[in-house]
């Protein structure tokens, strides 16, 4: 999907790819739900909702670990507008949450994404963060070639970076795939220290199952969805990935 040069074939050669990762529904929002609270909830559109469900956000905190979403041209400020220039609020699903639209505190935890440098060389970030790239760098209205050269530009210096690869595991991944007649396939792949470089799982994978990994890699439990039934991604580790 992506090109033979720079970061996406970094991550392919040194990572581990997903080569049967599939999105759980079309329209973006909803497989962001997915990824975040392990259901659709009824989301079946890019309409903008308020869902007094648990998430991911919710799991975290219970266990004492931190969160921050970086959103690329996001506004601040709980801005719950549906667009902001390049900014889309479809692809930020904690907004869809009520226990963060009504919490300040909580809303804080999304930011600007430019903040990602500034908490890189702070020591700074958090255990676990999702960073939403806006529609133009993402591909969404450019194209593969365009979000291909934005994410070399901004992932590539970080990736040799040990501030910012120690003890993580990146993951870089779709929303949603071109359409039904490709079944909704999507580009996944993993990389940090803890994955095998240049595995490559052929078993099939959704966003239920990423979510569950990443609640398993932090001992976290399940928000009893979808995600409780769902495979945790195996194969591509050096070990136990938690």
């Not at 033979?4 to 080569?19: I, N, Q, S």
């Not at 930011?111 to 255990?127: I, M, N, S, Y």
């Amino acid at each position: 999907m992506f090109g033979r040069k720079g970061t996406p074939a970094k991550l392919a050669r040194e990572g581990g790819v997903l080569r049967q990762s599939f999105a759980v529904a079309h329209r973006s929002l909803p497989n962001y739900l997915a990824l975040t609270a392990g259901n659709t909830h009824g989301a079946d559109s890019d309409a903008s909702v308020t869902l007094d469900v648990p998430h991911i956000g919710d799991l975290l905190e219970a266990k004492g670990r931190t969160w921050k979403v970086y959103a690329d041209g996001y506004p601040g400020r709980c801005f719950l507008g549906s667009r902001s220039g390049m900014y889309v609020r479809r692809h930020v699903p904690f907004l869809s949450f009520k226990n963060v639209q009504t919490n300040p505190a909580r809303c804080e935890h999304i930011v600007e994404a430019a903040a990602l440098a500034t908490d890189v060389r702070q020591g700074t970030l958090p255990d676990y963060a999702l960073y939403v790239p806006d529609v133009q760098h993402d591909g969404h209205d450019s194209g593969v070639s365009a979000a291909d050269r934005w994410l070399s530009e901004t992932f590539g210096p970080l990736l040799s970076d040990a501030r910012f690869t120690e003890n993580m595991v990146f993951i870089v991944t779709f929303d949603e795939g071109r359409g039904w007649w490709r079944r909704n396939h999507i580009y996944t792949v993993l990389y940090g220290e803890r994955v095998i470089p240049g595995s490559v799982s052929d078993t099939r994978y959704d966003h239920y199952d990423l979510l569950r990994t990443i609640e398993d890699i932090f001992a976290l439990g399940t928000l009893g969805q979808h995600d409780s039934k769902a495979s945790a991604i195996t194969g591509i580790w050096k070990g136990n990935p938690s």
